[in-house]
């Protein structure tokens, strides 16, 4: 089993739609859950931080921690074009060394 | 420069070959981590360095594997004797500091492929 499981998508949405992401991790010692974006051919950028449960909202995004059950979301609000990416989530017992899930590729269609 | 600085961008290789990429961090950045992304998956830790030194080294999946970063600044990854399967992107990240609260900057990565 792996560590962070992703659902790998690909999803397709239309503009204006709410995105769900999310993953699931086995370790309960992992107190650092972060989204990054990734587009094509780029490197990852991080989108949310959070280290405890409940929400942590920035504009569009929001980001849903719950340890009890070893679950994390990121919702998009209003998703546009320029939210196609892969989204990968990524979690930490440190922060210094991230496990990455596999990605989930996004396509915002106008 | 204002962000990660990752050369070769493409590297292409014969299978045995000694290859080395190079990582320039933001400047001023003491935490330098190198990363591998297969194709379709996420990022993989492989080490990472606080100033000189490797803090953490137990993502490298061999002994073909060695970095270095002498001065606290430029990172190298070395990999000697290239196998058809260390085809991936390597990605480079720096860290103002490395602390758990401090944000991980990714440079755009080697695309590594082994013929």
């Given at each position: 089993q792996k560590e962070v499981e992703q659902d790998p998508g690909p999803l397709s949405v239309p503009e204006g739609a709410i995105v769900s992401l999310n993953c699931t991790y086995s370790?309960?010692?992992?107190q650092y859950f972060m989204w990054y974006r990734q587009y094509s051919r780029k490197g990852p950028e991080l989108l949310m931080y959070t280290y405890s449960s409940g929400n942590k909202e920035d504009g569009r995004f929001t980001a849903q921690v719950d340890k009890s059950s070893k679950y994390i979301s990121l919702f998009i609000r209003d998703?546009?074009?320029?939210?196609?990416a892969t989204y990968l989530c990524a979690i930490s017992l440190s922060a210094r060394q991230l496990t990455f899930g596999s990605g989930t590729q996004l396509t915002v269609l106008p | 420069g204002a962000g990660v600085s990752q050369t070769p961008s493409n590297k292409v290789t014969e299978k045995g070959k000694y290859v080395e990429l190079r990582c320039d961090p933001?400047?001023?950045?003491?935490a330098l981590y190198w990363y591998r992304q297969s194709l379709g998956q996420g990022p993989e830790f492989l080490i990472y360095f606080q100033g000189t030194g490797a803090?953490?080294?137990?993502?490298?999946?061999?002994?073909r594997f060695f970095a270095v970063r002498p001065e606290g600044s430029v990172s190298t990854l070395k990999i000697q004797?290239?196998?058809?399967?260390?085809s991936a992107v390597y990605l480079c990240a720096s860290s103002?500091?490395?602390?758990?609260?401090t944000e991980a900057f990714f440079g755009q990565g080697t695309r590594l492929t082994v013929v």
């Open positions: 370790n309960s010692a992992f998703s546009q074009p320029s939210d196609s | 933001i400047s001023g950045h003491t803090a953490d080294d137990s993502g490298l999946p061999n002994d004797r290239t196998e058809r399967g260390d103002s500091t490395g602390g758990a609260h």
